[in-house]
Nanobody, 113 residues
Framework: QLQASGGGLVQPGGSLILSCAASGSIFRVAVMAWYRQAPGKQRELVARIDSFGTSDYSVSVKGRFAISRDDAKNTVALQMNSLKPEDTAVYYC?????????WGQGTLVTVSS
């Protein structure tokens, strides 16, 4: 089970940290990821991190966002800097390991002045 939090309203250029808390030991070996879905658009991958700490990002957020995980606490975070209005979306965390995958409930990020 995944529980995402940290969304809210932020001004352009601002920062926000999203957090996803996972229950269950499988998450320590899972690839953890953040996706987002803007109104009227398809859900897209934002960032992901594997159990070795290797991460990758979508082109649109690379250099501005940073994903990290704390396996001792079963959490994954997304540090979002230099936010733009086009980053406005519902953000979802996801865990995937072999045939298992699970989604969090989503947290809304609104970037607006």
């Amino acid at each position: 089970q995944l529980q995402a939090s940290g969304g809210g309203l932020v001004q352009p250029g601002g920062s926000l940290i999203l957090s996803c808390a996972a229950s269950g030991s499988i998450f320590r070996v899972a690839v953890m990821a953040w996706y987002r879905q803007a109104p009227g658009k398809q859900r897209e991958l934002v960032a992901r991190i594997d159990s070795f700490g290797t991460s990758d990002y979508s082109v649109s957020v690379k250099g501005r966002f940073a994903i990290s995980r704390d396996d001792a606490k079963n959490t994954v975070a997304l540090q979002m800097n230099s936010l733009k209005p086009e980053d406005t979306a519902v953000y979802y965390c996801k865990a995937q390991y072999a045939s298992f995958d699970a989604w969090g409930q989503g947290t809304l990020v609104t970037v607006s002045s």
